[in-house]
């Protein structure tokens, strides 16, 4: 079973003039559309990241710990 690494991305939310700083657990999906990316992985559960912008894919990118 892969390692489970949390990750904490922090970025200026623009629209709303606030700091976000969300601490996500691997396996981190990032997509446009929450209901095209996996819920799990290899049976672990993980975290799905929504990105607002019309130049990412639905299920656009999958960030993962390996040894």
């Known amino acids: ?23 996500l657990t691997t396996p981190i999906a990032f997509g446009r559309t929450l209901t095209s990316m996996p819920e799990q992985l290899h049976g672990q559960r993980g975290s799905r990241m929504v990105l607002g912008d019309a130049q990412v894919d639905p299920y656009h990118a999958l960030l993962e710990m390996h040894d």
Do not use: T
Request: hydrophobic residues 50%.
């Open 1 to 23: 079973m892969a390692q489970v690494v949390q990750v904490k991305l922090s970025w200026v939310d623009i629209q709303k003039g606030e700091i976000r700083q969300p601490l």
